[in-house]
């Protein structure tokens, strides 16, 4: 186990090099200049050319990338333009809004797709397994900024049942954290629970039809038991491949579904940011963002030795 953690962690280095290199290369063909961003359409050109020096964009490209790994060495993201304040400060402030709502829409994915694919393969070719189908194909059709505006004039300006945005920090009033979280979540959740129940489906269908399967119903064992303990137990490793995907689409959807609700998380920021001409900002923003994703796929590896014992005696 030790071996596959050092193995997923070396090997996350050189991926964090590319990636910052790719952002900051990207972040610099944007269209616009941060320093008339922040000096204003009134600004003097000599007000924007001190803005720019004082900021350091008026130095060689070469010389900024410079700047950037070796402030990057030392863990410093740089500081906001607009806001003035530290990038890790203000990423780790908005980080809890964007994980908080990340978990419970993964709540809501693992609880419809996993119930739904196991039912649905359970009943399959009866009018059950053709509901869930379809229901899955509804989730993966609708776009979740289409789920959202859909939401919004439904339950909350026709029936005045829920917020039509902001957020309610957990912490401070756990009710208006699920009045505040709930629509965004289920836009993100819906999307994601129709490819989990229509991978669920798939892969238990192909489990059940095993010897070994056959064979515990042959000893009289409960259907329960043979489903949970032995089918869905050897459906949990590409199971959980899916959830690492899911988990990666969570983070990265927050961007739309936050700015839709106007939800203070990292992916309203990263949307300021773009349209400000942060740089700083994006570039740690999508550093960290992409630190987590990496992350999410050591975890997924840990998960697979785990599940299946061949896994760390491979070491792969």
């Known amino acids: 186990m030790g071996a596959i953690l050092v193995r997923r962690l070396g090997?996350?280095?050189?991926?964090?090099?590319i990636v910052s290199l790719i952002t900051f290369g990207m972040i610099h063909l944007i269209p616009g200049d941060p320093a008339i961003a922040i000096a204003g359409l009134?600004?003097?050109?000599?007000?924007?050319?001190?803005?720019?020096?004082?900021?350091?964009?008026?130095?060689?490209?070469?010389?900024?990338?410079?700047?950037?790994?070796?402030?990057?060495?030392?863990?410093?993201?740089?500081r906001s333009l607009l806001l003035g304040?530290?990038?890790?400060?203000?990423?780790?402030?908005?980080?809890?809004?964007?994980?908080?709502?990340?978990?419970?829409?993964?709540?809501?994915?693992?609880?419809?797709?996993?119930?739904?694919?196991?039912?649905?393969?359970?009943r399959q070719n009866t009018w059950i397994d053709q509901a869930m189908?379809?229901?899955?194909?509804?989730?993966?059709?609708?776009?979740?900024?289409?789920?959202?505006?859909?939401?919004?004039?439904l339950f909350a300006v026709d029936l005045g049942w829920l917020p039509t945005g902001g957020y309610v920090a957990l912490a401070n009033d756990p009710l208006g954290w699920l009045a505040t979280s709930t629509m965004p979540a289920i836009s993100l959740a819906l999307l994601l629970a129709g490819l989990l129940a229509r991978i669920t489906r798939s892969t238990m269908l192909e489990v059940l039809r095993q010897d070994y399967i056959r064979t515990a119903r042959a000893k009289g064992l409960s259907n329960a038991r043979v489903v949970?303990?032995?089918?869905?137990?050897?459906?949990?490793?590409?199971?959980?491949?899916?959830?690492?995907?899911?988990v990666s689409l969570l983070i990265s959807g927050s961007v739309v579904t936050e700015t839709l609700f106007s939800i203070p998380g990292i992916g309203q920021l990263l949307t300021q940011a773009v349209l400000n001409r942060d740089y700083p900002m994006?570039?740690?923003?999508?550093?960290?963002?992409?630190?987590?994703?990496?992350?999410?796929?050591?975890?997924?590896?840990?998960?697979?030795a785990l599940l299946d014992p061949r896994v760390r005696y491979d070491g792969v």
């Open 42 to 78: 009134s600004a003097t050109a000599e007000q924007i050319a001190n803005i720019r020096h004082d900021l350091g964009l008026d130095q060689p490209v070469l010389t900024q990338l410079w700047r950037w790994y070796a402030n990057l060495a030392q863990g410093d993201l740089g």
């Open 133 to 153: 189908m379809v229901f899955a194909m509804l989730g993966i059709s609708l776009p979740n900024f289409y789920l959202g505006l859909l939401m919004i004039i």
């Open 85 to 122: 304040q530290p990038v890790t400060h203000v990423m780790l402030l908005r980080l809890p809004v964007t994980l908080a709502l990340s978990a419970y829409a993964l709540a809501m994915t693992l609880a419809i797709g996993l119930t739904s694919g196991i039912v649905a393969a359970l």
């Open 11 to 17: 090997s996350a280095v050189p991926i964090m090099l």
């Open 228 to 246: 949970l303990k032995h089918a869905l137990a050897n459906a949990l490793i590409p199971i959980t491949t899916v959830v690492g995907i899911i």
């Open 282 to 304: 994006v570039q740690g923003g999508l550093l960290i963002t992409t630190a987590l994703l990496v992350l999410v796929n050591i975890l997924v590896d840990v998960c697979y």
